[in-house]
C-alpha cells in the first residue's frame, strides 16, 4: 500500500493564457480517450504538439481534480528515467530513495495499481528505438543514457476510463505502436487567421506597422508552423526591428533564410536544452533517422538534390537495391513527415508511360529549403 498523497499534478509547464486554441484538437483527443483511453499527437518539430498536449493537461486537471496528472519527458532514457524518479518521490513510494531501485519500474506497477486514477502524458517520444529497439540490435548494458530495457516495458499496461495515455511524437510510426495501432491525431500547422492571431500575440509592442500584405507573406514563408512564428517575432522584437525588414531578409536568398532560421533565441514553453531553431529542430529528426535507418538518410539526402516535384523512381533507388527495402525506407520517411509540408505519394498518372514510377513529391518552398539543408 502507498501513503495517501494529493492528487499530483507534474506539468513543467505553466499554463499559457496566449494560448491559440487549435480547430478540432481537443475533440479528437477527447473522443479518441474515451473510446480508447489512449492517443497520440503526431506531426513536424515545432508544429505546436506539446502546447496542445499541456493545455490538455490543465483542462482535465479542471474536469477530473481527484486525478494525477503525470508528465513523462520522453526524449531520451534520462529524462524518462528523471521524470519517474521524480513521479516516485512525490507519489512518496516505498523504497524509491533506496540505492538499486528502479524508479521506472516502481511507477510502472503503481500505474497499473487498481485504484488510481490518473492522465500520462509522454512528451516527445520521437526516439522509435528506446521504445521498439531494433530486433536482433545488441542490446546494449544498461548505461546512464542507455536503458536496461526498452522503455516501452514500463508504460502502463492496463488504461481504463481512470487512467489514460496521451502521447506526443514527431513519428507517426512511434506513435501508432504507442497506440496499439490507432490512427495518430495529426496536428497540422496553424491555419491563416491562427498563425496571425499567434504572430500579433508574440509581436506586441514590434516597431513599424503590420501590414496585410508583409505578414500575409512572412506567414507564408514561415509555413505556419508555431515555432517558425514565435522565433520571428523574438527575433524582430529583440533586435527592433520591423516584419517588413524581417520578411525582405528571408526572401532575399536561400543563405539568409538559413540564416535567419538557424537563429537560437529563448523560448520558455519549451523543454532547456532542446533546440527552438526550426532548422535545430528539424534537423534532429533528421539525426533520428540517419542513426536508425541509414537508407532512409541517404534516400532523403538524395531527394533534395532534385526538383521535388517529379523524381523518377529510377534515379532513387539503385539497381542493387531490394525493392522492399527502398519501400521501407519511403514509408520510414513519410512516418516523419506532415502533408502538407512535405508528403511523398506515389503518383501513377493512369495511361501515361512515362509518368508511371513518379514520385510526386509536393513541398512548399520552406520544406524545400530545409530538406535542401539537411
Ligand atoms: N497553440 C499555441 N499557442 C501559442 N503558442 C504556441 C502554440 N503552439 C505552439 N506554440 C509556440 O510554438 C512553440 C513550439 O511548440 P511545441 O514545443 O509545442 O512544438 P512541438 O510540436 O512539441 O515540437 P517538438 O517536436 O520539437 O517537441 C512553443 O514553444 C510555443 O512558443
Ligand atoms: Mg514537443
New binding site residues.
Given amino acids: 500500500m502507498t501513503a495517501l498523497v494529493k492528487p499530483l499534478f507534474s506539468v513543467p509547464f505553466q499554463r499559457?493564457y496566449?494560448?491559440?486554441?487549435?480547430k478540432d484538437m481537443f475533440s479528437q483527443i477527447e473522443e479518441q480517450l474515451q473510446r480508447q483511453y489512449r492517443v497520440s499527437l503526431c506531426?513536424?518539430?515545432?508544429?505546436?504538439?506539446?502546447?496542445?498536449a499541456i493545455?490538455y493537461a490543465y483542462r482535465f486537471q479542471q474536469t477530473r481534480p481527484q486525478s494525477h496528472v503525470l508528465w513523462v519527458y520522453a526524449a531520451s532514457f534520462t529524462t524518462f528515467l528523471q521524470a519517474c524518479h521524480d513521479i516516485a518521490r512525490s507519489l512518496k513510494l516505498p523504497s524509491c530513495d533506496e540505492p538499486g531501485t528502479d524508479p521506472c519500474e516502481l511507477v510502472s506497477k503503481w500505474l497499473n495499481e487498481e485504484d488510481h486514477s490518473w492522465l500520462m502524458i509522454l512528451d516527445?517520444a520521437?526516439n522509435a528505438e528506446l521504445f521498439f529497439p531494433s530486433v536482433g540490435s545488441d542490446s546494449p548494458p544498461a548505461t546512464v543514457t542507455q536503458p536496461q530495457r526498452s522503455l516501452n516495458d514500463y508504460l502502463p499496461s492496463i488504461l481504463n476510463p481512470q487512467k489514460s495515455l496521451l502521447v506526443?511524437t514527431?513519428s507517426r510510426f512511434v506513435g501508432q505502436d504507442l497506440a496499439y495501432g490507432e490512427l495518430c491525431v495529426e496536428?497540422p500547422p496553424l491555419s491563416p487567421q491562427e498563425a496571425m492571431d499567434?504572430l500579433h500575440?508574440k509581436a506586441k509592442g514590434a516597431v513599424g506597422s503590420f501590414d496585410k500584405y508583409s505578414t500575409e507573406r512572412l506567414l507564408d514563408v514561415l509555413g505556419y508552423i508555431?515555432?517558425t512564428?514565435?522565433q520571428a517575432a523574438a527575433f524582430i522584437i529583440r533586435n527592433r526591428w520591423t516584419f517588413q525588414g524581417y520578411l525582405a531578409a528571408l526572401e532575399k536568398d536561400k543563405q539568409n533564410l538559413t540564416d535567419y532560421l538557424s537563429q537560437e533565441l529563448q523560448?520558455p514553453?519549451?523543454p532547456r536544452d532542446?533546440p527552438n531553431s526550426i532548422f535545430r529542430?528539424w534537423k534532429l529528426s533528421f539525426d533520428h533517422i540517419l542513426a536508425q535507418k541509414p537508407k532512409t538518410a541517404t534516400l532523403l539526402s538524395l531527394i533534395t538534390m532534385f526538383d521535388p516535384q517529379r523524381i523518377p523512381e529510377k534515379l532513387l533507388r539503385p539497381l542493387t537495391e531490394r525493392e522492399v527495402d527502398f519501400r521501407m525506407a519511403i514509408g520510414t520517411l513519410d512516418g516523419f513527415a506532415e502533408r502538407r509540408v512535405y508528403c511523398i505519394q506515389l503518383a501513377l498518372a493512369g495511361g501515361n508511360q512515362i509518368m508511371d514510377e513518379l514520385f510526386v513529391i509536393s513541398l512548399d518552398s520552406m520544406g524545400l529549403y530545409l530538406l535542401a539543408l539537411l
Fill in positions: 499559457d496566449d494560448f491559440i486554441d487549435r506531426g513536424l518539430g515545432g508544429v505546436g504538439k506539446s502546447q496542445i493545455e516527445n520521437d506526443t514527431r496536428v499567434l500575440l508555431p515555432l512564428i514565435t523560448d514553453r519549451r532542446f529542430t
